[in-house]
């Protein structure tokens, strides 16, 4: 319940310009969620009834706000300077004066209920009014009822109405794509699916000129490797072209073959709509076209029929290679963990190898060992035991033989088995002092360089962190004139980062110290190469150990593919202007490398206009992506895609979806703040929704809507809330207990991250759980609540999931019979908090629940410990930084001042 909300008296002045006394300090006493008795006895003129507004309502209008937010108006003067973080920043930049804000309009939604019914789709602010959990946090400081805006939740609900399980077909034409976050079945008839390719918008503006008004930025998400869902048919691979296979593409850009070339002359020539060349068929790939155009032989051959295939380049290669590095300074066995260590990769190693007939038994492994020198390991299954190889300067490294450095694991299993149970003891003597995470990386990519493959390279280091490249390096931004930035790598970083990249080698980073203060990060190689750091802080307990058996399964058993190189074509009229994410710039703009990827990796691209488009032909994206495959193979993926383009800026609008606009933006403000400074990164995401806000009023919205009434784009209806958690989000805006590191950390899992994991990053899902033993149904059919506070009800259970954390959130007044069904006690003071494994106990709440789990931690990009928090508790403080529709710990804006915000300075921009 509200108490004492701070609404000075005002003199408000509505549409008609008549003046209204507003209601001072109200409303003290009503309820929110009971706006009916507090909308005042006589409504201004000119206000609309929400129910009347349903009924009477043309197309363009909506919801509108109920009574109480139109009477609860904000103040006229800026809040004092006491009011936090972000309205002091921000003072500079409100609005006119906010009595033209009687209310909240939304596009037509063709879902009534959406009208009639705004509360949360589990009546969370209505049900149970006395015993929600209120936090200050979630209310509004110009009395906008959060569970009145626009619901992130709502919007995904719908889309899996309407698609939840179908199959989407993904052709020239077609409607907008499902959203990323519902479970469908795509099919491709000519044009890329969406889980590969996303764009911005599905009408591209046909001038450069309506582009800029718009404000909304022209582009694509691109997840090359994206997993396909059961039912969806796997890539086919053609023959290359050197083995008369696929019909070669244009010879004037390069671009692949794609449905999308134009035919003419009988088949003998193509039109290339990226460069707008014409292409002779060279006489062996001749086919004769039919009446409709086509070539005779399209349906047989994927390159003219499919948005997406593969094409095999080069049968043979080098396989991927798998390089282990252990660290054995006195440090590290002071430490205790290598035995561990030892153990889980023998553990490992012995379960690839009995995946017979598996992509892995051909994986060919090796073996290093360091401390302040280096033991390389001739694992050659013809010596009766592995020959050590020592070099004490590292500075300077010579290999003088690599035969045997490099094996393959089912050829020298025991071999290698024995080692890993032996370098615990042979190290115990040792007491040499530590060296650097870099001298194994360094010395793995020789390794690598000779034998003439890819691969990973997996460091696992205990000693204290250092940054020795640093010394070596005199250029940099330490010796320019450029300020430094607090994400920026190195430049002896950089340029290991682009050797790994040449020879296709991730790097991946075990740690097992605790250096968290003061240190360097070491982070930056491994995400510039596809790989990762994974940190533990000892392996005492059971779930720091399964963590690490975890990572290193995934590490090693996902798909990669190595030594990438990506280019973009695009219609003419249009060019690459950017590329956000994690890769190695190319020759030109529209051409990049990565050392790695897999099937979580994404990237954003950017499109400007050089010219005008044909809207005829519309607009063809097409992404070709060559890359060594583990096994050897020299393969190119081809991504094709055409869409419409129009000159009005509705279609431009209508056509958008903010989950995808959010990873967009995501993706380039995470990758800004690798030049400029944070404040002025999130200045500019504010700017840039406003302006595109602003925008759509100006052009798109209906000559009858009153500036008090909040307009946005139908599928864009989430966008506020999305970019606010993006602009408060620990990167961004810090809070006193982040650190850098963490914040780098942070910075470089989520700008790589897909769609639908960045909108569950940025959006998390709130799961409420049964408290009685009714079974628990799957993801995509339990409904989730909206990120606040208001919905967290003490007597209830709630899972909270975003691709990097999972919590359980336990009320005071959970029964007690649920609290022992579940964690083997009954009383909530002992239940612990913190990291745990639930009991496995044998009743029906307990396995449906860790069934649940089990399943959200598998569809996870990263391994994903469970952390129970309990209300009250200082644990709680993890599960507000997820409620990102209040305002945050580190001081963000909540949902609902954002939101008024955006709204007002995007009608200043019309005056
Ligand atoms: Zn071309």
């Known amino acids: 319940m509200r108490k004492n909300m701070d609404v000075p008296a005002a003199i408000h002045t509505y549409g008609n310009g008549q003046p209204w006394q507003g209601y001072a300090n109200w409303p003290t006493s009503p309820p929110l969620s009971s706006y009916a008795t507090a909308a005042p006895s006589c409504p201004p003129p000119g206000y609309q009834c929400p129910n009347k507004s349903m009924q009477n309502a043309p197309m363009t209008v909506g919801l509108v706000a109920p009574p109480s937010m139109g009477v609860a108006a904000p103040p006229l003067a800026p809040p004092p300077p006491t009011a936090g973080h972000w309205h002091q920043q921000h003072q500079t930049s409100w609005g006119p004066p906010p009595n033209h804000f009687n209310g909240v309009l939304y596009e037509s939604n063709p879902d009534p209920a959406f009208r009639s019914n705004p509360q949360s789709p589990q009546g969370g602010s209505g049900s149970q009014p006395d015993t929600r959990v209120l936090s200050p946090s979630s209310e509004s400081r110009y009395g906008l009822d959060p569970q009145h805006l626009p619901s992130a939740v ?4 719908e889309d899996r109405e309407e698609w939840g399980g179908k199959v989407f077909l993904s052709e020239p034409g077609c409607p907008l794509p499902p959203l990323a976050t519902t479970d469908c079945t795509v099919e491709d008839r000519g044009n890329a ?37 059961k039912g969806e048919h796997p890539l086919p691979v053609c023959p290359g072209t050197a083995d008369k296979g696929c019909v070669p593409g244009c010879s004037g850009c390069g671009a692949y073959m794609c449905p999308f070339m134009t035919w003419q002359d009988c088949g003998q020539r193509f039109f290339c709509p990226f460069c707008g060349k014409l292409t002779e068929v060279p006489w062996q790939y001749y086919q004769p076209t039919n009446g409709q155009g086509q070539r005779v032989d399209s349906d047989h051959k994927p390159e003219l029929s499919l948005g997406s295939y593969d094409v095999l380049e080069l049968h043979t290669g080098q396989s991927a290679g798998l390089l282990l590095a252990l660290d054995v300074s006195s440090v590290a066995v002071k430490a205790g963990q290598l035995d561990l260590i030892c153990q889980q990769l023998r553990s490992l190693l012995s379960s690839l190898s009995r995946e017979e007939g598996g992509d892995q038994s051909d994986l060919r492994v090796g073996l290093m060992t360091y401390d302040s020198r280096l033991h390389l390991y001739d694992l050659s299954p013809t010596l009766s035991r592995p020959h050590m190889l020592i070099f004490t300067d590292t500075a300077e490294l010579e290999l003088p033989l690599w035969d045997g450095l490099l094996v393959p694991l089912k050829d020298s299993r025991d071999c290698i088995d024995s080692l890993l149970q032996q370098i615990p003891q042979l190290a115990a003597e040792s007491d040499e002092a530590p060296s650097s995470q870099e001298l194994p990386v360094q010395a793995g990519l020789k390794i690598l360089e000779a034998v003439g493959c890819p691969g990973k390279i ?60 003061g240190g360097s990060w070491p982070g930056h190689t491994p995400y510039m190469t596809g790989g990762g750091v994974y940190s533990y802080s000892r392996l005492q307990t059971e779930v720091d150990r399964e963590q690490l058996m975890c990572d290193l399964r995934r590490c090693v058993g996902t798909e990669t593919a190595y030594r990438a190189e990506l280019k973009f074509f695009v219609s003419k009229g249009l060019r690459v202007s950017g590329f956000y994410g994690t890769f190695t710039p190319g020759p030109n703009s529209a051409h990049i490398s990565l050392a790695a990827l897999d099937w979580r990796t994404a990237l954003a691209v950017q499109f400007t206009h050089c010219g005008p488009l044909d809207e005829k032909r519309g607009v063809v994206i097409q992404v070709a992506l060559s890359y060594t495959s583990s096994q050897g193979e020299r393969k190119t993926r081809v991504h094709s895609l055409t869409m419409p383009c129009s000159h009005h800026l509705t279609d431009t609008f209508r056509n958008c979806q903010s989950q995808t606009l959010l990873s967009f933006y995501c993706k380039r403000m995470y990758s800004a703040v690798l030049e400029r400074p944070l404040q002025e990164v999130r200045e500019e995401l504010q700017t840039e929704v406003t302006e595109m806000l602003a925008s759509y009023r100006r052009h798109c919205s209906s000559t ?14 989430a966008l506020p809330v999305y970019v606010n958690s993006l602009r408060k989000s620990e990167v961004l805006l810090p809070g006193l207990h982040s650190s850098v590191i963490q914040r780098q950390q942070l ?29 628990l149904g799957t993801l995509s059919v339990v409904q989730t609540v909206r990120c606040s506070a208001l919905n967290l009800n003490p007597g209830g259970l709630y899972l909270a999931h975003c691709p990097l954390s999972l919590l359980l959130w336990v009320g005071q007044c959970v029964p007690s019979q649920t609290l022992l069904q579940l964690f083997n006690t009954a009383c909530f003071s002992l239940l612990p908090s913190g990291q745990v494994c639930l009991p496995v106990l044998e009743n029906p709440l307990s396995i449906s629940v860790r069934k649940f789990i089990d399943n959200l931690q598998s569809q996870a990009p990263y391994t994903l410990k469970l952390q129970v928090v309990k209300q009250g508790d200082t644990s709680e403080e993890a599960l507000l930084h997820l409620l990102v529709e209040d305002k945050s710990p580190n001081g963000g804006a909540s949902y609902a001042d954002f939101l008024y915000h955006l709204h007002v300075n995007s009608l200043r921009l019309l005056v």
């Open 747 to 775: 910075r470089s899992q989520i700008v790589s991250m897909d769609i639908k994991n960045t909108a569950t990053q940025f959006y998390p899902l709130l799961l409420p759980l049964p408290v009685s033993s009714e079974p």
């Open 704 to 717: 009858s809507v009153s500036p008090g009434q909040l307009v946005l784009p139908q599928f864009l209806k």
């Open 154 to 157: 709502q919007g995904i609900e």
């Open 458 to 517: 997996l460091v696992f280091h205990s000693a204290p962190l250092t940054e020795t490249t640093l010394k070596h390096s005199s250029s940099g931004f330490f010796s320019s004139s450029k300020p430094k930035s607090l994400f920026q790598p190195t430049e002896p970083c950089i340029s290991l980062s682009k050797a790994c990249a040449s020879q296709g080698c991730s790097i991946h980073l075990f740690l097992f110290t605790q250096q968290d203060v």
């Open 193 to 229: 699916s969406p889980r590969f390719i996303r764009c911005t918008t599905y009408s591209f503006p046909s001038e450069g000129m309506t582009a800029q008004q718009s404000h909304l930025p022209l582009g694509a998400i691109v997840t090359p490797f994206a997993k396909l869902e």
